[in-house]
């Protein structure tokens, strides 16, 4: 390995010092208001919902402040869904370099994203509990908001323009042929169920297990291609903020993106969730766990915004705030192209996890101890998957491109590549 290239995987260490300064000086003044509510209508009791509004990137300093929302929607019980709600943040967290700047933690983000779910998942299994559960994981910092995904809980984003866009890809074998194909090429047999009379009933599924999604975490007892892998976006908004609605599908099989967002807009965040399942309910009655947050960013120097949430005002002054966006947008043609603009920072959908931890992921190689990229365990290289263990991994396929993997992990990857049967096939 190249100077150039160790000086790359080492990110220098910043004084503590100067990044509260930095950070002080750089988003105090910019960063949005977060505001949210959540509304919910149990009827297996499998939803689960996770809101941390006051997490700190660097603890203590209240400008490196970002947020977390997360939707659970868990099947074959609830163990999974309440396991990722609890662990997932901090695996997430935990595959995140110390001591680097905004900028490299956003870019660093998609990457930890991947290996807090994988790491989440290996931990769910190794309890031998069954059940498994949708994630639809919400990182908002500043105007940048990353999403990762696996299953069929969406998040969508309703910007000021007026337009909606979907943050998630659904993972539902029914409608996804990319991964039917992954799923049939890693061993998995997708097709409908059978009943009496040779009728097939019903979404596509996945056998062994029956599963309609082909991604989850948990899942111990379906086949390892369903893989907690996520889909993962990363977005930055204009500085006229947006929406974020992100529901389960108890919410999105009665609406479309565009008929939520329209059901609550002009709303504040709160009344907006409350409305978003009405509208659902309506539509289609309680079929379904039905649970949804809605999510505000929105510019802090807006000043119709009280600085305190309080119900009555925030009603009014969240009306006050459309009127004036749009006359403001009528009037100011030199900052229109500002309103409604999303940059796209990030998207990478890939189940391949060689493709989604890179090749520079930061790694204490001069130490002789390798630290697992999805799992953050030290182990001597000797017993993992590294770059030089090509010639010894006996597969049959292309030799490892990824980081270093502990052996743990390194199983868990073969078994999601479907090249270690986990469950016997089952014969049609
Ligand atoms: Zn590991």
Not at 247 to 276: E, F, H, N, Q, T
Request: with cysteine; charged share 25%.
């Amino acid at each position: 390995m190249s100077q150039a290239e160790v000086l790359r995987m080492k990110p220098p260490l910043v004084p503590l010092a100067t990044l509260i300064g930095r950070e002080l000086r750089n988003e105090k003044v910019e960063k949005p208001f977060v505001k949210y509510g959540q509304a919910a209508l149990a009827k297996k009791g499998e939803d689960y919902f996770l809101v941390k509004p006051d997490c700190q990137r660097i603890p203590g300093n209240p400008a490196s402040s970002f947020s977390v929302f997360a939707i659970f929607d868990g099947h074959n019980g609830i163990s999974a869904a309440i396991f990722a709600k609890e662990n997932l943040l901090s695996n997430v967290l935990s595959a995140i370099p110390q001591g680097i700047s905004r900028g490299e933690w956003l870019q660093a983000l998609p990457r930890a994203l991947v290996a807090g779910f994988v790491k989440t998942d290996i931990e769910f299994q190794q309890r031998g509990e069954t059940s498994g559960t949708t994630v639809t994981f919400v990182v908002i910092d500043g105007w940048t908001v990353t999403v990762a995904s696996v299953g069929d809980s969406r998040c969508i984003l309703d910007t000021q323009g007026g337009i909606v866009s979907l943050l998630t890809v659904d993972h539902r074998l029914e409608e996804n042929a990319e991964e039917r194909e992954r799923v049939t090429a890693s061993g998995g047999e997708v097709g409908r169920l059978n009943v009496f009379g040779g009728n097939e009933v019903g979404p596509l599924r996945c056998w062994p297990g029956g599963l309609c999604l082909s991604r989850s975490i948990g899942d111990t007892d379906v086949g390892e291609f369903i893989v907690p892998i996520p889909h993962v976006k990363q977005v930055k908004l204009s500085n006229a903020g947006g929406r974020l609605i992100i529901a389960s599908d108890g919410i999105w099989d009665a609406l479309s993106s565009d008929m939520a967002a329209k059901s609550c807009r002009g709303l504040p965040a709160d009344l907006g969730a409350k409305m978003v399942v009405k509208e659902a309910l309506r539509s289609r009655g309680l079929k379904d766990d039905t649970t949804c947050l809605v999510v505000d960013i929105i510019p802090s120097d807006q000043p119709v915004l009280p600085s305190t949430p309080r119900k009555k005002q925030n009603m009014l002054s969240s009306i006050l705030f459309r009127k004036k966006s749009l006359n403001f947008t009528n009037k100011t043609t030199n900052r229109l192209s500002a309103i409604g603009v999303v940059e796209e920072l990030f998207e990478e959908g890939s189940a391949v996890l060689a493709e989604r931890l890179g090749k520079d992921f930061p790694t204490n190689a001069n130490s002789g101890i390798f630290r697992c990229a999805v799992c953050q365990v030290d182990q001597p290289p000797a017993e993992g998957l590294t770059l030089s263990s090509g010639p010894f991994f006996s597969h049959g396929s292309k030799r490892w491109e990824g980081p270093f993997l502990c052996t743990n992990c390194q199983k868990k990857k073969d078994a999601m590549e479907g090249k270690r049967p986990s469950r016997p096939a089952v014969v049609a």
